[in-house]
């Protein structure tokens, strides 16, 4: 495919749920990385209703920096990663799309290495990595790790991949081949992650890496519990079935 010149536009999709303390300054980050690096942008943050305020804090970052630039599309419930990608994407008009998490474990300074990454190699996806050079994991006891690690060895290992982290969630992608993926893909929750990866090297896509280091959040509680590991199990399975 084609890579983009100077007229290339990032959309950033942010699906929240009670991030009301981290967003103001995820956002204020995003802002700054793009305009230093001379940018354009576009924010759209997916609220899925929460009780906490959020969408309220979001109102008004759309007020501070324009409408041009944040981007609120709500909705009236919690309905999932994958669907509110889809949702934010329909609002998209950039031709690059940065997916990532809102709650400040994953910092924009990585946004402008995944851009260079991605013209040095004319990459489809450019995905962060904690797990290859200099990348790592700050903040997380040895069992969330432990966690973490394994579900990436059996991934490795039943699907081969080729590529070193299948669960993160900060990527770059060009606008297009994440229309194409979100058709292919049924998973939901952290398989969702996991699975869009795999298709990508089923359809024929390249796929560069950046190492990063994700951070724990800072506010608000993590959404991993026993539900979400025995869901990952129940997909990976179904993913080395049916791949």
Known sequence: MAGGGGGDKFSVLLPTYNERENLPLVVWLLARTFRHSGKDFEIIIIDDGSPDGTQEIAEQLEKIYGSDKILLRPRARKLGLGTAYIHGMKHATGNFIVIMDADLSHHPKFIPEFIRKQKEGNFDIVSGTRYKGNGGVYGW???????????????????????????????????????????????????????????????????????????????????????????????????????
């Open 141 to 243: 006891d040895l069992k969330r790790k432990l966690i973490s690690r394994g579900a990436n060895f059996l991934t490795q290992v039943l699907l081969r991949p080729g590529a070193s982290d299948l669960t993160g969630s900060f990527r770059l992608y060009r606008k297009e081949v994440l229309e194409k993926l979100m058709e292919k893909c049924v998973s939901k929750g952290y398989v969702f992650q996991m699975e869009m990866i795999v298709r990508a090297r089923q359809l024929g896509y390249t796929i560069g890496e950046v190492p990063i280091s994700f951070v724990d959040r800072v506010y608000g509680e993590s959404k991993l519990g026993g539900n979400e590991i025995v869901s990952f199990l129940k997909g990976l399975l179904t993913l080395f079935a049916t791949t």
